[in-house]
């Protein structure tokens, strides 16, 4: 076993998982937990009736609404915290103590402000991503490596140039890992918010679920959201890979 | 260091005076200031509720992120070292490890119903693959030249465990179970706000009231929470590894 390809016992693993899934859920009843295979056949007709992808759509639109808003804000935020050492003295005691406030608990607020509709929505997947982003920037942007800026500075670079030429490239291997913990995040706000707020699209159809005791139902959008998240992580990765072929990540 | 600590102290007044100012701009029914919030926090800790409710609330947390950490490190700690673990189990770690809690939260009620069951178990899969992910990467980067030199002295693989890896290990396991933690405390939320039971129901209910007062006086609390239990695992760190300050300050950004 331990010669074999790491592809392959993946592959092996999800198999077995999924077939101790499918036993377990034929075992105890069907109204409890549902089988893989009813998962499956029920994702398959919610997409081919068209129900799924209208919702995804949907939810889309606030998610990336609501993340670009958040990455435009936060990452010159974080780079500010992250290079100036008054700045971080003066942000980080106000930023932790606003990181250890769950976001949802600011859900009141959201309503109070923006309503329980689109904007709301939005409100919610910016202040979810924003800090997770702010303080993965900071941190790169601490760490850059001093003898990069003194090699730009001992070459007579200005400034300017030294933001741009230096500082910029060498730590954007971590503007790109906030952008992905960000957009997960982000994804999380978005599912959050519609089951929070007024309830629509994916929200909606998990709510109608629940209320009719349909696991399937339920279990079939939770996978989405799980592939949707997958497929943001990876192509971000895969992006980075493409942009950044000098920084080998461990 | 005295700059520095003049800084924070500025940096913290800025904010206060900020939120003030803002307060007393668009009203205590959008944004109460903290004038506003402090004799209303006075009441609230005096009526005695609030503390009630968050108690029991983090006595029902601790159940679950307690079993996560329990579950969590052995699993990410086999994952690190052993290259079958780690292709058997990482696929289903970066699974779980994107999933919403919130959307988790429907299916939960209906499985557990409202009680403590439910509690326990969503703050147990929500910390749970953090801690898994955290210790994972601590355990995947232990210096294989520890390792090797173990080996070459003759010590067994069980020795090797107990005198080289686990100690090495230490800083990780508070890092993943300050992540943990983090996740613990905003599941709690979600999970107690969607049922509204709780100091999540308090939260909720209170942000139904005209004035925001008491909402961010419930807030302050939940931050005063994360703050010390954040100082107590950091301080745990330094007890325990002294020697590992720096690594634990590198990994503690968030980075899957």
Redesign the interface.
């Known amino acids: 076993m331990r010669h074999l390809h790491p592809a392959l016992l993946t592959a092996i693993s999800l198999v077995i998982g999924l077939a101790l899934w499918e036993l377990a859920a034929h075992d105890v009843q069907r109204v409890v937990f549902a089988p893989p295979s009813a998962v499956l056949a029920r994702l398959a007709t919610d997409t081919a009736s068209g129900v799924l992808p209208l919702a995804l759509l949907g939810s889309l639109r606030h998610l990336a609404l609501g993340f670009a808003l958040s990455v435009i804000v936060a990452v010159p935020l974080g780079f500010a915290v992250g290079r100036s050492e008054k700045a971080a003295a003066m942000a980080n005691p106000v930023l932790n103590a606003f990181y250890a406030i769950p976001p949802v608990a600011l859900i009141p607020f959201i309503l109070i402000w923006f309503g329980l509709f689109f904007e709301g929505r939005v409100a919610l997947v910016f202040l979810m991503s924003f800090f997770e982003i702010l303080v993965t920037v900071a941190a790169g942007a601490r760490n850059v490596d001093p003898s990069l800026l003194s090699v730009g500075r001992s070459f007579g670079a200005s400034r300017l140039r030294l933001v741009t030429h230096v500082m910029l490239p060498a730590s954007l291997p971590f503007v790109f890992a906030a952008l992905r913990v960000g957009l997960v995040r982000a994804i999380n706000a978005m599912i959050t918010a519609e089951l929070f707020l007024a309830a629509v699209n994916l929200g909606e159809m998990m709510k109608h679920a629940a209320l009719r005791f349909d696991m399937a139902g339920m279990l079939a959008v939770i996978f989405l959201l799980c592939l949707l998240g997958l497929a943001a992580q990876e192509g971000l990765k895969g992006l980075e890979t493409r942009i950044l072929p000098w920084y080998v990540r461990r | 260091m005295r700059?520095?600590l003049f800084?924070?102290f500025?940096?913290?007044t800025?904010?206060l005076a900020v939120w003030e100012a803002l307060g007393r701009a668009i009203g205590e029914?959008?944004?109460a200031p903290p004038s506003v919030v402090l004799p209303e926090y006075i009441d609230l800790l005096r009526d005695g509720q609030m503390l009630r409710e968050l108690a029991n609330s983090l006595l029902q947390m601790l159940v679950g992120y307690g079993l996560a950490c329990f579950v969590g490190l052995p699993i990410g700690i086999a994952m690190g070292r052993s290259?079958?673990g780690?292709?058997?189990?990482?696929?289903?770690l970066?699974?779980?490890v994107?999933?919403?809690?919130?959307?988790?939260?429907?299916?939960f009620?209906?499985?557990f119903g409202t009680g403590f069951a439910f509690r326990a178990a969503i703050v147990f899969v929500a910390s749970v693959w953090y801690v898994m992910l955290t210790i994972y990467q601590g355990a995947r980067?232990v210096e294989p030249r520890f390792i090797d030199v173990g080996r070459s002295f003759g010590a067994s693989r069980w020795s090797r465990l107990r005198c080289i890896l686990l100690p090495a290990l230490y800083p990780y396991v508070i890092t993943a179970m300050r992540i943990g933690l983090?996740h613990a405390?905003?599941a709690?939320?979600?999970a107690e706000?969607?049922v509204i039971v709780g100091y999540?129901g308090l939260?909720?209910r209170?942000?139904?009231s005209v004035s925001?007062a008491p909402?961010l006086a419930?807030?302050v609390t939940?931050?005063v929470?994360?703050?010390i239990a954040?100082a107590l695992l950091r301080g745990g760190a330094k007890i325990v590894a002294p020697w590992y300050e720096e690594r634990v300050a590198?990994v503690g950004?968030?980075?899957?």
Request: aromatic residues 8%; positive net charge; proline residues 4%.
């Open positions: 700059t520095r800084y924070n500025l940096g913290i800025l904010a029914e959008n944004f290259r079958l780690d292709a058997l189990l990482h696929p289903w970066s699974m779980f994107v999933t919403s809690v919130a959307a988790l939260v429907p299916l009620v209906l499985v980067g983090v405390i905003r709690m939320v979600v706000m969607f999540g939260i909720y209170s942000g139904l925001t909402l419930l807030l939940l931050m929470v994360g703050v954040n590198s950004s968030p980075q899957t």
